[in-house]
T-cell receptor, first 112, second 114 residues
């Protein structure tokens, strides 16, 4: 019963480096989301997907790209990391019409 | 988009009741949630309420919804030191919003003193 799994859990990047965060869910959910959490702030939506092969921008999409090539995976990419992207990143998934979204444990990213 | 506001800090003595308040702006939000986050951990769904309900009770937790005032509260009875955490209010997007998207408040840091 894995639920939503995020990889990696921690990462330190240098400014300008690139990386990909992986979110995997085993619940056959259609909808998947990437949020970021900054100190003193609630979670803000970066990008989301309502099905395999589809992605859309959320509230704070700049500096990020996403892909949903397989239904169970939602990838978040940083092409050229900046210190402003230091944050905790949460992935979530849910079924259409469901009441509950399931969250991963988060990825703590530090950009120096 | 939706604005969700909650106070940032709350301190209570062990055994007392805690009340965390939240206000939101979109009256068409269908579901309203309370999440708990312990240090270094992910989000744990505590409870939620459907927008056509006034109250929901689940063991030590009571959720009150005043839809007219767009006010949501979470009461924790007999608060314990293990309840110390950040509590997030979240509401589902209303009409025209991103499917399944949640709008979060900034979180209330609850500190329980022994």
């Amino acid at each position: 019963n894995a639920g939503v799994t995020q990889t990696p859990k921690f990462r330190v990047l240098k400014t300008g480096q690139s990386m990909t965060l992986l979110c995997a869910q085993d619940m056959n959910h259609e909808y998947m989301y990437w949020y970021r959490q900054d100190p003193g702030m609630g979670l803000r939506l970066i990008h989301y997907s309502v099905g395999e092969g589809t992605t859309a921008k959320g509230e704070v999409p700049d500096g990020y790209n996403v892909s949903r090539l397989k239904k169970q995976n939602f990838l978040l990419g940083l092409e050229s990391a900046a210190p402003s992207q230091t944050s905790v990143y949460f992935c979530a998934s849910m079924s259409p019409g469901a009441t509950e979204a399931f969250f991963g444990q988060g990825t703590r990213l530090t950009v120096v | 988009g939706e604005d969700v506001e909650q106070s940032l800090f709350l301190s209570v003595r062990e055994g007392d009741s805690s009340v965390i308040n939240c206000t939101y702006t979109d009256s068409s939000s269908t579901y309203l949630y309370w999440y708990k986050q312990e240090p270094g951990a992910g989000l744990q769904l505590l409870t939620y309420i459907f927008s056509n309900m006034d109250m929901k009770q689940d063991q030590r937790l009571t959720v009150l919804l005043n839809k007219k005032d767009k006010h949501l509260s979470l009461r924790i009875a007999d608060t314990q030191t293990g309840d110390s955490a950040i509590y997030f209010c979240a509401v589902s997007g209303g009409r025209g919003s991103t499917l399944g998207r949640l709008y979060f408040g900034r979180g209330t840091q609850l500190t329980v003193w022994p």
